[in-house]
């Protein structure tokens, strides 16, 4: 997983986007739930301001039910990152109690935007 990227950062954002999904094979509308993925670790994995721009749109998403991310050791994310998790703290739609960025090139601007 490494090796995730941008692109992959986008079909993450993606799955926690999804507002439902089926319980059982049989995909009736009665038996289908929110999904319930609270904690999710992407250290290391090439992330940028690109991939976390995607992954502020999930977070901010009213079926997203994530509480911890953990995206230390993303160099790429940096001060434009920090900006746009800002944005995405501000908007009020967001359950994410723990925001891990250690590692990520963060200096004083994106320090402040947070």
């Keep these: 997983m490494r090796n995730l990227g941008d692109a992959g950062a986008k079909k993450v954002a993606s799955m926690l986007q999804r ?9 009736d509308d009665a038996a289908l739930r929110k999904p319930t993925l609270r904690q999710l670790e992407l250290w290391s994995t090439s992330i940028t301001t690109v991939g976390v721009r995607d992954l502020v749109a999930a977070l901010t998403a009213d079926a997203c039910t994530l509480e911890i991310l953990d995206l230390n ?3 790429g994310i940096g001060d434009p990152g920090c900006v746009h998790f800002a944005d995405g703290l501000r908007s009020g739609h967001w359950r994410l109690s723990v925001l891990s960025l250690a590692g990520c090139d963060i200096g004083d ?3 402040q935007a947070i």
């Design 19 to 27: 507002p439902r999904h089926p319980v059982d094979e049989g995909g």
């Design 73 to 75: 050791w993303n160099p």
């Design 109 to 111: 601007e994106g320090t």
